[in-house]
C-alpha cells in the first residue's frame, strides 16, 4: 500500500468502529451493540490535514476465550498489528481499565510499533475520570467520543503529526473491484489466493464477511483495490439487524465498483440469486465478469465449460457478452487469469469508438434490416455517436424513438456488439429524437 496503515485495537465494544466512522466520515462499519460484530479487518482511505493513510478496524480482541471464531479474530488483529505503522489503542473511559487491556498492551509493545492511547466515550472531560490510563506509560492518553465526534480533531491532529513520512500518496489510477455473489461461495477464499495471504476470515458457517473490505493490491504496475462483501441473500432471508446493513453495503459496493466479479459454485450452478447480483451489477453500469469457483470438485469433460456458459446466457441473455472463468480458489487453479481478464475487461471500459465508425456500422445495420414500421409512420434513423464511455453508451437519433421496436433495438446492440465487443460491460443504447 502507498500510504500509512493507521489500525484501531482493543476489547469488544469500546467503540472502535464508531471511531473508524468517525474519523472517514461514513458509516462504512457496522457499528452494533453485538459484541464482535467486526471480524475482518476493513479497510479505508482517510485524510486529514492534507495527509492521507488507510484506517483500519478490527474485531474485538476478547482473552482466554476458545471459540474459534475469537481465535481467528485474534489472527486477523496480529496480522493488522503487522501491517500498521501506527496503532490506535481504544479503551472504554466509562468502564476504565479492564484486566484484559493488559494482554492487548503487551501485544502493542511487542511489535515495536508506535501507538496512541484512545479515551473513548468522553462526552465530558470534567465529568469523565480517564486519568488511569495513564499508567499504560503510552503518553498523554486523548479523550474523544466518537459518538458525537468530540475531540476527534485533537485526535486526528496528533495522528497525522505521528505518520511515517515515507509513503507517497495513492495512485489515483485504482481501479476498484467488488467481488459480490451469494454466501459460502468462496468469495474470501478467492481473494486470499489472488493476494497470496490470508487477508479475509474464512470460516465454513455462511455469513462470516458482514461488512464491504477493501484489499489494495498492485498487478503489472496497476493499483488494484478488491472488496470482498458479504453474501447477497433473498431479502425475504435477511431477518438480523446486521445481516440486513451487510446486504446494503454489498449493494453500495458494487455502486462504488468499476468491475464486479460474480462468484459462482460451480458444484451447485446458476441460482436465481445469482442472476439477481449480476442484474444488479450490470444494471447499475458496471462492467462484470462471472468467477465459477469451486471447478475442481465438478465432474466435467472438454465440453462442460462451454455448456455452462451456454446455459448462463440462456438464463439472461447479458451474461453472454460477460467473460466466465473457471477456477479454484482451494487449489489456485486459474486465479491468476481473473487478474489478465480484469485488465481486459477494464481496456474496454474506455474504448470510444469514433463517430465516423459509429455512422458507418449503423447505415450497414439499417441496410441489412429496415426497421419495422410502427401504426403506419415510417421509422427513419438518422444519426449515431457514442456519448458515454463508462459504461459505453451509443445514442441514435431518429425521427420516431419512442415508436422503435424492443426487438430491433437488441438487433442494433448486437451489432454494435459484434463490430467493437466491450467485452464485459454493459452496452447502452439510447434513443432520442432528431431535433428539427
Known sequence: MSRPVVAIIGRPNVGKSSLFNRIIGDDSAIVSDEAGTTRDRHFAAAEWNGRSFWLVDTGGLREGNDIPMDAEIRRQVSVAIAE???????????????????HIVALLRESGKPWIVVANKVDDPRSTDFYEFYNLGAGDPIPVSAQNGKNSGDLLDELVRRLPDTHAGEDAS??????????????????????????????????????????????????????????????????????????LRSRRAIDRADICLLVIDATLGLHNQDLKIAALAWEA????????????????????????????????????????????????MRVTKILEIVLEVDAQRHRHISTSEVNDALRALVARLQ??????????????????????????????PDLVAEHYVRYLHNGFREQWGFRGNPLRILLRRKSA
Open 174 to 247: 485504482s481501479l476498484r473491484i467488488a467481488v459480490v455473489g451469494r454466501p459460502n461461495v468462496g468469495k474470501s477464499s478467492l481473494i486470499n489466493r489472488l493476494l497470496g495471504e490470508e487477508r479475509h476470515v474464512v470460516a465454513a458457517d455462511a455469513g462470516t464477511t458482514r461488512d464491504a473490505i477493501d484489499s489494495p493490491y498492485t498487478y503489472h504496475s496497476r493499483p488494484l483495490i478488491f472488496v470482498d462483501t458479504a453474501g447477497l441473500r433473498r431479502q425475504s432471508r435477511v431477518d438480523d439487524g446486521v445481516e440486513f446493513y451487510s446486504s
Open 84 to 102: 500498521a505503522d501506527l496503532l490506535l489503542l481504544v479503551m472504554d473511559a466509562k468502564v476504565g481499565l479492564h484486566p484484559s487491556d493488559a
Open 371 to 400: 426497421p419495422p414500421q410502427a401504426a403506419g409512420n415510417e421509422i427513419k434513423l438518422t444519426y449515431a455517436t457514442q456519448v458515454d464511455a463508462i459504461p459505453p453508451s451509443i445514442a441514435i437519433f431518429c425521427n420516431h
Open 285 to 332: 453500469g458496471r462492467a462484470l465478469i462471472v468467477v465459477v469457483n469451486k471447478w475442481d470438485a465438478k465432474e466435467k469433460d472438454d465440453k462442460t465449460a462451454p455448456h455452462f456458459e451456454k446455459e448462463c446466457g440462456d438464463k439472461a441473455p447479458f451474461l453472454r457478452f460477460v467473460p466466465f472463468v473457471f477456477t479454484s480458489a482451494l487449489t489456485g
